[in-house]
């Protein structure tokens, strides 16, 4: 059992940067791979980045958002940078076995999520 909390979310301008985290609850961290998604209001959710023991982002965030993790803290951290408007989601971090590239963009093969956290960007 994996518990994720995610924190920093808030209301930005747009061009600004916010920086998430999601804490991970587990003794087995380096096991598993950690994704954000995002869900925008009336949207699907939708993957943003992952990290295992390789990075993986979806093409709209390319060249703005950064994800990292800390095995020591148990955490993971996206950083956003250059925000606009069509950020404006709830934020989720999920976690799924570590392993294969294959299927670290579907969020069916994530066992484990957090409650989410909101990130608006304003015009």
């Known amino acids: 059992q994996v518990q994720l909390v995610e924190s920093g979310g808030g209301l930005v301008q747009a061009g600004g940067s916010l920086r998430l985290s999601c804490a991970a609850s587990?003794?087995?961290?380096?096991?598993?791979?950690i994704g954000w998604f995002r869900q925008a209001p009336g949207k699907e959710r939708e993957f943003v980045a992952a990290?295992?023991?390789?990075?993986r982002y979806a093409d709209s965030v390319k060249g703005r958002f950064t994800i990292a993790r800390d095995n020591a803290k148990n955490t993971v951290d996206l950083q956003m940078n250059t925000l606009t408007p069509e950020d404006t989601a709830v934020y989720y971090c999920?976690?799924?076995?570590?392993?294969?590239?294959?299927?670290?963009?579907?969020?069916?093969?994530?066992?484990?999520w957090g409650q989410g956290t909101q990130v608006t960007v304003s015009s």
């Open positions: 999920a976690a799924k076995s570590s392993g294969q590239v294959y299927g670290v963009m579907r969020q069916e093969n994530y066992a484990y």
């Open positions: 587990t003794r087995t961290f380096s096991n598993y791979a």
């Open positions: 990290v295992d023991w390789y990075t």
